[in-house]
């Protein structure tokens, strides 16, 4: 074994700041701390007062989907055959709830041939779909409906979701036709407000009163925050208490069973993104070696990771006053560009290491390799900090 393959061989390294000293990568390195993810999974167990079940899209890595199940995980959003297949793997007896509302023909009759129990749905077209396939007998379908976006990072609703009216429309249909009838939303991603949660509550029970149907469970959805922004971390308390509360103030006697399935709240803050800065152009813009081809696809959309660390190589932090600038991934692509300006150190470096906390959603499944870039190495570490 040479030099560099010995120093890569490392199970479990301390840190970040360890990795950068003894291995100086020159390709993005992320980084994952299982104890973060399993602190995550107890603060969602010990909070939420109902089901606490993973979406898979977010981090489909098969060490997070492990270490989520001996954490005591014991459902997963799946939107997909290929989630399907990977949970039915890794997990073959937790529930599976596929959750993606609109699926060709084939994707159906591989689901039902998989064993999938439940569904969601948010049209006529696809309701009469799944009717003409999936049969009734203990299947929940779930319509799910959208209200205006309220405290979240972009609109879920824009793509998915169907009118009050037509979920009390297919809800009602549902039920005659002898499915276990459910309810789903989804909020909006990253979204901070608990009054969207009240919101949407409270609609879902005008929705059961006016199908005259009353559900078996209600999934409240993802969107819950990871924390993103320095010094500024998100009340998931805030969220579960009105969760809980405005269930049972919303539906009474018939509260329904609660379900969420988080991905980036589960997920995110586990992760931490290593990236080398390639330039510093004109004493200004930072260049790096990765950018919006690769684990900061979605920044673009949502915003900045500002949770920044940055080291020399020799894995000294960089404490000068931090300094707007603009931040470029690798390739030839001019639309490879964080939004905006991010504060770094004054004296940042070329070569200089980059830290992006909080980015293990949407980021590894994401990652591309255009322009020749997007090599990126995977390593556990006890701390992220």
């Known amino acids: 074994m040479g030099l560099t393959e010995g120093r890569w061989a490392k199970t479990i390294w301390d840190n970040p700041a360890e990795i950068i000293r003894t291995l100086t990568p020159e390709n993005p390195v992320m980084v994952f701390a299982p104890t973060v993810l399993q602190a995550a999974a107890r603060r969602f167990?010990?909070?939420f007062p109902g089901l606490v079940t993973y979406a898979v899209k977010s981090n489909p890595d098969e060490a997070v989907i492990r270490t989520l199940t001996a954490a005591g995980i014991k459902g997963f959003d799946v939107a997909s055959p290929y989630e399907i297949d990977l949970i039915g793997r890794l997990a073959p007896s937790a529930a599976r709830h596929y959750h993606n509302p609109v699926r060709a023909q084939a994707e159906i009759a591989h689901a039902v041939e998989a064993g999938i129990r439940?569904?969601?749905v948010d049209s006529r077209s696809e309701l009469e779909k799944l009717f003409a396939r999936v049969p009734a007998e203990d299947c929940e379908i779930s319509p799910r409906f959208k209200l205006p976006v309220l405290g979240?990072?972009?609109?879920?609703g824009s793509k998915f979701g169907s009118?009050?009216?037509?979920?009390?429309?297919?809800?009602?249909?549902?039920?005659?036709?002898?499915?276990?009838?459910?309810?789903?939303?989804?909020?909006?991603?990253?979204?901070?407000?608990?009054?969207?949660?009240?919101?949407y509550i409270r609609m879902a029970a005008e929705i059961c009163e006016a199908?005259?149907?009353?559900?078996?469970?209600?999934n409240v959805g993802g969107g819950f925050p990871s924390h993103r922004v320095g010094g500024i971390e998100p009340d998931l308390t805030a969220i579960f208490d009105r969760i809980g509360q405005t269930?049972?103030?919303?539906?009474?006697?018939d509260t329904p069973a609660l379900v969420c399935e988080p991905g980036r709240g589960l997920c995110a803050d586990a992760f931490s993104l290593i990236a080398r800065v390639k330039a510093v152009r004109d004493g200004a813009n930072v260049f790096l070696n990765d950018g919006v081809y690769g684990a900061l696809t979605e920044l673009p959309q949502i915003g900045n990771l500002d949770r920044?660390?940055?080291?020399?190589?020799?894995?000294?932090?960089?404490?000068?006053?931090?300094q707007p600038r603009a931040i470029f991934g690798p390739t030839c692509d001019s639309l490879d560009r964080l939004p905006g300006e991010m504060a770094?150190?004054?004296?940042?470096?070329?070569?200089?290491?980059v830290i992006f906390h909080g980015a293990g959603a949407y980021s590894l499944v994401t990652n591309t390799h255009f322009n020749g870039f997007g090599q990126m190495a995977q390593l556990t570490v006890k701390s992220l900090l």
Do not use: M
């Not at 979240?152 to 879920?156: I, M, P, R, S």
């Not at 009602?172 to 276990?180: D, K, L, N, P, S």
């Open 247 to 253: 269930t049972a103030e919303a539906f009474g006697p």
């Open 308 to 322: 920044l660390q940055v080291f020399s190589p020799e894995g000294t932090l960089r404490e000068q006053e931090p």
């Open 211 to 218: 199908a005259g149907v009353k559900v078996r469970r209600l």
């Open 344 to 353: 770094l150190p004054a004296d940042i470096q070329e070569g200089d290491y």
């Open 152 to 156: 979240a990072a972009y609109d879920f």
């Open 163 to 199: 009118s009050p009216e037509l979920a009390a429309e297919l809800l009602r249909a549902v039920a005659e036709r002898g499915y276990i009838p459910s309810l789903t939303f989804h909020p909006g991603t990253q979204c901070n407000d608990p009054a969207a949660w009240e919101s």
């Open 45 to 47: 167990h010990e909070g």
């Open 118 to 120: 439940a569904w969601s």
